[in-house]
């Protein structure tokens, strides 16, 4: 008889890479001999200043008449919309997201993806069930969790910070992503965790990727609003050089043609068939690794935690850019992956065996 694991994680974010982490997991786990569910978060309460309120969309809307951004906003909200109906009526059913659950777990797996991002606007606020406490299982792990652009001076700013530690007292082990959320859980807990790679890393995705027939493009992959005018000029006439289209996933952009995928793995096929890669993203900037992409990865204030780690992580760091000044300097040197790939096959081993000693514990 199988054993029964639940994952708690962020698959209900419409967002390519919060799904493909989270299939990428179920799929690991289920290859150990275990039946996967995943576990909804619960509603916790809204930290001071970080509270989702209805008149910041009227706010908003306001703004957009004043500053002639209306269209553009229109343009962006009608994409959401129909992201959001894709990934309602097609993806999640991927992930059997409505399969029935049992009401107790041979185990429970908090991650990956940011589910220690504590200190952000978010639906479910700070829920203390994302750091382990009151989680059906008696055996509780994380892997690869990340606390995002969380710092420890912001957990200390909210005085959240003996709620959880006491909080990760439940995990029988914890496992992070990045360098930041290391450190932070060194400083709570004085616990040295693990660090393990993001699922998509690691799990082999072919079976599931399709052939696409575009050519000649550089993808562009980053969050709404992110791309200054200045980065936007030097991207266009970047592409207008080298006589490739611009070809935009994720977000609508109107000086770039707009895709949404058939499925979330057709997203992989973009990535693994573009000439270039431009994006602001930890997933977009894990896929360019993974699928040996010649790309620009632009650090932001909101990212640098975990995408300066990661680029250093497999041997990229010469991929970051700092302004639109590094697009061309970076885009016109093809990157060597040949250290790379070696520490992604060392890496996804490291994972494995670690998933793979949980599943076998819970077992005993």
């Not at 829920?127 to 994380?142: A, E, M, N, V, W």
């Not at 496992?175 to 799990?203: A, G, W």
């Not at 990212?303 to 497999?314: A, R, S, V």
Request: net charge negative; hydrophobic share 35%; proline share 3%.
């Amino acid at each position: 008889m199988n054993t029964t694991i639940g994952i708690l994680s962020m698959q209900k974010v419409v967002n390519y890479g919060s799904f493909l982490q989270a299939f990428a997991l179920k799929k690991a786990i289920e290859s150990l001999g275990s039946d996967v569910y995943f576990l909804d978060i619960n509603q916790g309460e809204y930290l001071p200043g970080l509270e989702i309120r209805k008149n910041r969309r009227l706010k908003s809307f306001i703004s957009s008449l004043y500053s002639g951004k209306l269209q553009a906003n229109q343009r962006r909200k009608q994409y959401f919309s129909e992201l959001s109906t894709q990934f309602r009526e097609n993806y999640f059913k991927i992930l059997e997201l409505s399969k029935d659950s049992p009401s107790f777990f041979d185990g429970v797996i908090i991650g990956s993806d940011e589910v220690f991002h504590a200190c952000q606007q978010s639906p479910w606020g700070f829920s203390t069930q994302l750091f382990g406490r009151g989680l059906p299982s008696k055996h509780i792990i994380s892997y690869a969790a990340s606390f995002g652009n969380t710092t420890v001076e912001s957990i200390l700013n909210y005085g959240i910070e003996n709620t959880i530690t006491e909080s990760l007292k439940n995990l029988d082990s914890i496992s992070v992503r990045d360098s930041n959320s290391y450190e932070i859980i060194r400083y709570l807990t004085e616990y040295r965790p693990s660090i393990h790679v993001d699922p998509v890393m690691f799990y082999d995705f072919s079976d599931y990727m399709g052939e696409i027939d575009t050519k000649d493009y550089i993808l562009i992959y980053t969050y709404p609003e992110r791309i200054t005018p200045r980065e936007q000029e030097n991207i266009t006439h970047f592409a207008k050089i080298n006589n490739k289209k611009l070809i935009s996933i994720g977000c609508s952009y109107p000086w770039s043609e707009t895709v949404i995928p058939d499925s979330p793995f057709e997203v992989l096929s973009y990535f693994d068939n573009a000439d270039y890669v431009i994006t602001d993203t930890f997933h977009g900037t894990v896929f360019s690794i993974k699928y040996n992409k010649n790309f620009c990865t632009f650090i932001r204030n909101t990212n640098k935690h975990k995408l300066l780690f990661l680029l250093q992580q497999f041997d990229q760091e010469n991929r970051q850019a700092e302004s639109e000044h590094d697009l061309y300097r970076i885009l016109m040197n093809e990157p060597d992956y040949s250290k790379t790939n070696e520490l992604i096959k060392s890496e996804r081993m490291r994972s494995i065996d670690y998933l793979s000693d949980f599943t076998h514990t819970i077992r005993v």
